[in-house]
C-alpha cells in the first residue's frame, strides 16, 4: 500500500526518488490498491504508454499529487509523455503552487532533458524570489541566485555578497557587483575570499592587505606587491606583530627571519605559536626550536609541530616518552604519528604497543591493516631487539595481521628455514 497522504504532507522532493523507486518495485498481477493509488503506479510505470495514459488523467486530477507526479514526467525521457505532461502543468501552476513545488522544479531541472524546466522557473521568477532564495536545497538556491543576478537592485546585491551563509551564493552576487564596477571597496572589505581577491586586483591599494587574515587574500597581495616591483617580506617586517603578518613574513620571508618567528613559539596565542611553526617550515626547516612545542597545550599548535617535524630526527626514547597515558591525548597522538613516520619496523612496533590503549588503539588497529594490504612488503631489517620486540607483541594483534609481521621479520623467517 502506498501512503499518499504521508508522502503529500513530507518534502516535496520525496516525489523525485518515490518515482525512482515505484519504477524499480515488482507489483504482482492481482495486487490490491484503489484508484487514486492506481494512478499513481501508473505515473510512475516503465511502460511509456501508460505513464503518457496517466498523465491525461493526473491533468484533471484534484489530488494533492498530481502536480508534482506531472513535474517529474514533464523531464521524462519519452517526449509524448514529456509532451503531454508540460501541457497539463502549464494549466495547473499558479503563484501558489509553484511556490510549493519550487524545491522539486530545482531537482529536477538537473535532469539533462532540455532546459524546459529552467526557462518555466525563469519565466516566473520576478514573483518567486524570496521564496526561491528560502529553498534549503542548496543547489536550487545557488540556481535560483545565478539566475535572478539581473533582477537583484545593488543594495541587494551587496547585502546577499556581504552576508549570504552560502559562500558560493555571496561570491555570484560579489563578482556580479565587480563585474558592474560597482562596491569595490565594500566587497573588498568584507566579501567572500575570491570576491575579495579580485576586489584587491581592482582598489589599488595591495600593500594594505599583505596581512590580510585570509591566506587568498593575502597571496593575492603579495603577488600583486611583487608585479610592482617591491618585496613583501619587507613589508611584513615593518609591520606590528599580528597573526596576518606572522603568516605573511612565514610566505615571503627567508632564513634571516627565524629569530623572528622563533620568538613568537613562546607567545600565550596559540594562533600566534602555530602560525610561528608553520613560518618556519618554509624559513627555517633546520630550526630546533620547535620540538620542544611537542608538549604544547593546544592541539592545533601541536599538529603543525607533526608536520614540521616529519621526516627529521626526533630521539625515539623522547618520542616514546611521550606516549605515557600521563599525557594529554593529542600529545600521545602526535608521538605516535611521528614513530610510524621513522621506518616500518617503529611504525609496526608502535601500532602492537598501542593496540590495547582505549584512546589510540583504533587508530594503531587501523594502521596496522594498512600496513597489510598497502606495506606489507618490506626489504628492511630491525634490529634484534627490537625484533623481539615485536614478536612478543603479536599476540595482541589481529590473526592475519599478526602472520604477515611474522612473515615479514627477518630472523623468524631463517629460523624457519
Not at 524546459?116 to 535560483?144: G, I, Q
Not at 608536520?307 to 594529554?328: D, H, I, M, S, Y
Amino acid at each position: 500500500m502506498l501512503d499518499l497522504d504521508l508522502l503529500n504532507a513530507g518534502d516535496v522532493r520525496r516525489w523525485a526518488g518515490f518515482d525512482l523507486e515505484l519504477r524499480r518495485s515488482y507489483w504482482p498481477a492481482g495486487t490490491r490498491c484503489t484508484p487514486r493509488e492506481a494512478l499513481v503506479v501508473a505515473a510512475c510505470s516503465a511502460d511509456g504508454y501508460l505513464r503518457e495514459a496517466a498523465v491525461h488523467r493526473l491533468a484533471t486530477s484534484p489530488d494533492p499529487e498530481a502536480l508534482p507526479l506531472l513535474l517529474i514526467r514533464c523531464v521524462d525521457w519519452v517526449r509524448p509523455v514529456r509532451e503531454a505532461a508540460r501541457r497539463a502543468v502549464v494549466s495547473k501552476l499558479d503563484g501558489s503552487s509553484l511556490r510549493a513545488v519550487l524545491p522539486l522544479l530545482g531537482v529536477l531541472r538537473r535532469r539533462q532533458v532540455d532546459d524546459w524546466m529552467t526557462t518555466l522557473f525563469r519565466d516566473r521568477l520576478p514573483d518567486l524570489l524570496d521564496t526561491a532564495f528560502a529553498v534549503d536545497d542548496r543547489e536550487t538556491r545557488r540556481w535560483a541566485h545565478r539566475e535572478a543576478l539581473g533582477l537583484l537592485s545593488r543594495e541587494r546585491l551587496l547585502d546577499i555578497a556581504l552576508r549570504d551563509n552560502d559562500f558560493v551564493v555571496r561570491t555570484l552576487c560579489g563578482d556580479a557587483l565587480l563585474d558592474r564596477g560597482e562596491c569595490v571597496e565594500e566587497l573588498l572589505a568584507a566579501g567572500a575570499p575570491k570576491v575579495r581577491m579580485r576586489a584587491l586586483t581592482l582598489a589599488g591599494r595591495a600593500d594594505e592587505h599583505l596581512a590580510d587574515r585570509v591566506s587568498a587574500v593575502r597571496s593575492m597581495a603579495q603577488f600583486l606587491v611583487r608585479q610592482a616591483g617591491d618585496d613583501p617580506a619587507a613589508h611584513y617586517r615593518a609591520m606590528p606583530v599580528s597573526f596576518g603578518m606572522l603568516a605573511g613574513l612565514g610566505e615571503t620571508g627567508t632564513a634571516a627571519d627565524a629569530d623572528l618567528l622563533e620568538r613568537h613559539l613562546a607567545d600565550d596565542r596559540p594562533r600566534i605559536r602555530r602560525t610561528a611553526v608553520r613560518g618556519l617550515r618554509r624559513v627555517a626547516p633546520e630550526s630546533t626550536a620547535v620540538e620542544p612545542l611537542l608538549r604544547d597545550p593546544s592541539p592545533a599548535v601541536t599538529r603543525q609541530v607533526v608536520e614540521f617535524l616529519r621526516g627529521r630526527f626526533v630521539e625515539v626514547a623522547t618520542l616514546r616518552e611521550l606516549l605515557a597515558p600521563a599525557n594529554p591525548i593529542h600529545t600521545r597522538r602526535a608521538a605516535a604519528a611521528l614513530l610510524r613516520d621513522r621506518d616500518t619496523w617503529l611504525r609496526l612496533h608502535t601500532n602492537l604497543t598501542l593496540l590495547p590503549d582505549k584512546d589510540l588503539g583504533p587508530n594503531a588497529e587501523q594502521d596496522l591493516h594498512t600496513w597489510v594490504h598497502h606495506s606489507a612488503a618490506t626489504y628492511t631489517a630491525p634490529s634484534p631487539e627490537l625484533a623481539t620486540e615485536i614478536e612478543a607483541r603479536l599476540p595482541l594483534a589481529p590473526p592475519e595481521v599478526a602472520r604477515q609481521i611474522r612473515f615479514a621479520l627477518p630472523q623468524t623467517r631463517n629460523s624457519r628455514d
